[in-house]
């Protein structure tokens, strides 16, 4: 396989290369925002799960602390198990989404002030057993929504990764006891063949006497969400609790198919671009340094 066939592959990647994005999830965010402007007018934002960091490089472009850095009014504050290479205008924090400690840290970067968009585009590293995969995905969204809720100040937006399987649409109806509007929505860039989608949840609607947290806590949060699988009843559950959350697909259909193979203009055909940021810790980091040591067996 040489090496401009990824760039072929997925031109997604290719041009976040070209265009100096860190991830080819730039585009998702991009074309997410062009669908529904959630960025507009937002000045204090979350993005949690965030590393590399393509998202946070799409918000500080759009919220102008890129440009502007310290002199802008926006702070955006960015959550990764991962040191994030830092990204000009925005706070960096490497912490576990799933730790409470997490909430604290985040409010005292914002000085108390709630956030008016929180994001995750949260995905755990699959161990290939395929339930374990699905529960680890389905507490990160869990602790990603906690946050979230915490955080958001009334009428905020919180945008995050689902993967639409069995019992999605329970996930629908509880985020719509919390948000005014919830819709499923697809980027181009996000490839057909995959189960991904985003969840956008608009006009956060605070639930009376919230205890922070309480979602991943286990303590009374005023929701009905089952604590267990044995909980769920799918007969008894009624309409509303299994809601359905309208679907959008977002971008242009002359933007390119993320699934399908293009060729190169001749010129850059075979020229690999390097990638925008080196992974700054790479699984494979421990074995490059015993082999420079020659203590690699
Ligand atoms: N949105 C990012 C971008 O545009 O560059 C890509 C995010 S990547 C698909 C998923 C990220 O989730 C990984 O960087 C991973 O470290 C992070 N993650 C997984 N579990 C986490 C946790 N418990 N706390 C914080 N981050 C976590």
Not at 155 to 163: D, E, M, R, S
Request: charge should be neutral.
């Amino acid at each position: 396989m040489g090496k401009c066939s990824k760039d072929k592959r997925d031109l997604y990647y290719r041009k976040a290369k070209e265009q100096g994005w860190r991830a080819r999830s730039a585009f998702k965010l991009l074309q997410l925002d062009s669908e529904f402007n959630f960025l507009e007018g937002v000045s204090r934002v979350v993005d949690l799960c965030a590393a590399p960091g393509s998202w946070s490089q799409v918000l500080a472009r759009r919220l102008g602390t890129a440009t502007r850095g310290i002199d802008s009014n926006a702070t955006i504050v960015s959550v990764d198990l991962q040191p994030i290479a830092p990204i000009p205008g925005v706070i960096t924090l490497q912490a576990d989404i799933t730790h409470p400690s997490t909430l604290t840290n985040i409010l005292s970067l914002f000085g108390g002030e709630p956030a008016d968009f929180v994001c995750s585009d949260g995905a755990p590293d699959v161990t290939g057993l395929h339930d374990l995969d699905e529960y680890i995905q389905a507490q990160l969204l869990l602790s990603a929504l906690a946050l979230a809720t915490s955080l958001l100040r009334p009428g905020g937006t919180f945008v995050a990764k689902v993967f639409r399987g069995r019992d999605v649409d329970l996930l629908y109806s509880q985020l719509a006891l919390l948000f005014t509007n919830v819709t499923c929505a697809k980027p181009r860039s996000s490839r057909a063949s995959s189960l991904e989608a985003f969840i956008v949840c608009q006009g956060y609607t605070p639930r009376p006497g919230w205890v922070p947290m309480s979602l991943t806590l286990g303590e009374n949060s005023g929701l009905s969400l089952p604590t267990s699988l044995d909980e769920f009843d799918e007969k008894k559950m009624t309409p509303l609790e299994r809601a359905v959350a309208p679907f959008v697909a977002c971008g242009d259909l002359s933007d390119y198919d993320a699934d399908a193979t293009y060729q190169l203009d001749t010129s850059m055909s075979t020229l690999s671009l390097e990638p925008v940021q080196k992974p700054t810790a790479p699984p494979y980091k421990t074995a490059l340094e015993k082999k420079r040591n020659g203590t690699l067996r």
